[in-house]
Each structure stands twice: as structure tokens, then as C-alpha cells.
């Protein structure tokens, strides 16, 4: 491979890294190629060139090289397309349109057609997270996260209350198809569950965080999220169940029945898998949440009475 090819295309892949500013590429191509002479004139053509090729480059006074788009061809197996077309799909499901769309831009510089498979989901998430609005607040995140240094969020709860929440060692979850900051809170602003190891594990719905407060001068106290150990027991139509959970640990397993021990980060998410598992589930251990969940059950056969609430005819 020539000089001239190896450089340009060492420049495409540091810009496929992150976004560079031009005296920060001569400085890194200069002591890879060490022979060569007049860097930033041959950053110049080089970026030209790929720009020529197809590739949108952006860049202007004061601003970093950063490549928006490659627009080169890929070569890619029909398994593959199969495979980029099926996330693609599932992430407009999930309310990434933009990322989707990114997807079926590589689709698109791959080949003239492609069959995209027939992929149907049921998740309806509260809002699209490729709004603008809420793509600065990940990014935000992702900044926040990445200093893993404590910060301050101001969140608005379904019931229109706000506070401000200190928040330590924190990620971001997607979980039943709704995006969440979930972190630990070392001081809650409201009471909490002191039998429930994880009652300080909370979760903030992205599309509620009103205000993220910069990064303070304190690194996370934690390294890991608080757990909470359960057992559980499934029977009749969940007797077979396999666990694909890296928590979970199958204890004991027969013709009736199978028990599974995990390790929850929540115990309310933990609830709401229960939830989907009856009639055939029952929690053994530990005894609060075995209660906890018994409470919620009695409470929910309780059905309050309304009057004027009358089924209607259906057309």
C-alpha cells in the first residue's frame, strides 16, 4: 500500500473515531508518519478527497473535522443486511427513528434494494428519543456518565412533584421499551424502604428529567449497584423456563417445578416480572418481599366501587 493511501485512509478512520480538530490530526499523523512532510496540506487534500468520494465531512472556523456520514459502499451478506434491517426496525419501535434511520442509510450504500423482513413489536414508548430536546439530554448523560463524578438532576414525577436528586454511580437503562437514567441515590429526598437493600436504586424516566446540573468535584462513592438476592419458584406452564438472565442461577429443577435464585438491582422491576409470571410463580425468600407482594394481590381483588361507571355497548 502507498504512502498517499495508507494516510488517507488512517485520516477517514481517526474522523470514524471521534470528531478531530485539525492541529489535533497533524499532531497524531505526524508521529505516524514521521517522513512526511507539509501535515496539514495533506489533511487538507486528503479531506478533500474523501469529501470527493462521498463522505460528508463537516468543518469550519474554530470547529473539528467531524465525519457525518461515510457514504461508502459496504459489502455486506444477505444475513447481514436481514440483521440490520430487523434492528433498524426495532429501534424506530423502540423510538430511536434517528438511529434506525442511520441503519438503513448503511442499507441503502450497500446495495440498490433490500429486503427488509416483516417485524411487528407492542412497544409504544411515551415519547420518541429522537426529538431534539431529548437527544441533548442523552448526550448530556452520556457526559455526565462518562466523568463518573456525582451530579444533581431536577426531576418531575407522574404526579407533577419535583425535586432535586443527587445522583452517584448511574447508567442509562432501556427497559419495557422506555429509556431510564437509573442510578443510586445516596440521599433521597423522599422515604424509602430501609428493609430493601436496592430501595436506593432509582429509576428516572429520560422524558421527565427537567434540569442535569454539571459534574460536581465528587467521584462516585459506588462501583457497583446495591442487589437484592430472591428466590423464586415457577410451576405448571413456567416449569421449563430457561434462564437467559446473567443474575439469575437455576438451584434446583424437576418435573414439577424449578427454582431460581437472582441477584435484582430493583426489586420494584422485579415486581412487575412476577407480575407477568402468575399464576405460576411464587416468591420464597426473602420474607418482606414475599409479604409485599402477597399485600399488593389482596389489595388488588378490592375493587372499589363506582356507581355510575357502566361497561358500553360496543358498535
Known amino acids: 500500500m502507498s504512502v498517499t493511501r495508507e494516510f488517507n485512509l488512517r485520516v477517514l478512520q481517526l474522523l470514524c473515531q471521534r470528531p478531530y480538530r485539525r492541529q489535533e490530526l497533524a499532531e497524531v499523523l505526524e508521529r505516524e508518519f514521521p517522513e512526511t512532510r507539509d501535515i496539514q496540506q495533506r489533511i487538507d487534500r486528503s479531506i478533500k478527497r474523501w469529501r470527493d468520494l462521498g463522505c460528508d465531512i463537516e468543518s469550519g472556523k474554530n470547529l473539528p473535522y467531524t465525519l457525518r456520514k461515510s457514504g461508502l459502499p459496504l459489502l455486506l451478506s444477505e444475513e447481514q443486511k436481514q440483521a440490520i434491517a430487523l434492528a433498524s426496525q426495532l429501534l424506530e419501535s423502540l423510538g430511536f427513528a434517528a438511529e434506525g434511520a442511520h441503519l438503513r442509510e448503511i442499507l441503502i450504500t450497500s446495495a440498490e434494494s433490500v429486503a427488509i423482513p416483516f417485524f411487528a413489536s407492542n412497544f409504544n414508548p411515551p415519547t420518541t428519543y429522537s426529538d431534539s430536546s431529548l437527544r441533548q439530554k442523552i448526550a448530556t448523560l452520556r457526559d455526565r456518565l462518562a466523568a463518573k463524578r456525582r451530579f444533581v438532576i431536577r426531576y418531575r414525577n407522574s404526579k407533577g412533584e419535583e425535586h432535586n436528586w443527587d445522583i452517584d454511580l448511574a447508567q442509562l437503562h432501556l427497559h419495557d421499551g422506555i429509556l431510564f437514567l ?84 430493583s426489586s420494584f422491576w422485579f415486581q412487575q416480572r412476577v407480575f407477568r409470571y402468575l399464576p405460576n410463580c411464587q416468591i420464597l425468600s426473602p420474607q418482606w418481599l414475599q409479604d409485599k407482594v402477597n399485600r399488593i394481590l389482596r389489595e388488588a381483588l378490592v375493587m372499589p366501587s363506582f356507581p355510575q361507571a357502566q361497561p358500553q355497548e360496543l358498535g
Open 182 to 265: 437509573f442510578a443510586h441515590v445516596p440521599t433521597p429526598p423522599i422515604i424509602y424502604d430501609h428493609n430493601d437493600p436496592t430501595a436506593r436504586n432509582f429509576s428516572f424516566r429520560i422524558d421527565r428529567i427537567q434540569d442535569i446540573g454539571a459534574s460536581s468535584i465528587t467521584p462516585w462513592y459506588r462501583r457497583e449497584f446495591p442487589t437484592l438476592t430472591v428466590q423464586y419458584l415457577l410451576y405448571g406452564d413456567l416449569r421449563s423456563y430457561q434462564s437467559r438472565r446473567p443474575q439469575e442461577e437455576i438451584l434446583q429443577r424437576t418435573d414439577e417445578y424449578v427454582i431460581v435464585k437472582s441477584r435484582e438491582v
